[in-house]
């Protein structure tokens, strides 16, 4: 059972990282179209926080 509940966990974080990942990248063509620091000093901040999130997730 723990075993199984692990797996799931995984597959749910890996999920979760390949949003994050793909949602950066859109993030990444956004503020290079905008250009501006401010936004990507909000961007970077909203993925290291649910980095900081998942990493959590993984710990519990």
């Known amino acids: 059972y ?6 799931d966990d995984n597959s749910f974080l ?5 949003n994050v990942e793909q949602r ?5 063509k956004e503020l290079k179209r905008r250009g501006r620091a401010q936004e990507k000093r909000r961007a970077s901040g ?3 926080a649910k ?3 998942l990493d ?4 519990e």
């Open 24 to 28: 950066g990248g859109e993030l990444g």
């Open 2 to 7: 723990i075993r199984a509940k692990v797996e």
């Open 46 to 48: 909203i993925i290291e």
């Open 14 to 18: 890996m999920r979760n990282e390949e």
């Open 51 to 53: 980095v900081r999130e």
């Open 56 to 59: 959590s997730m993984i710990h």
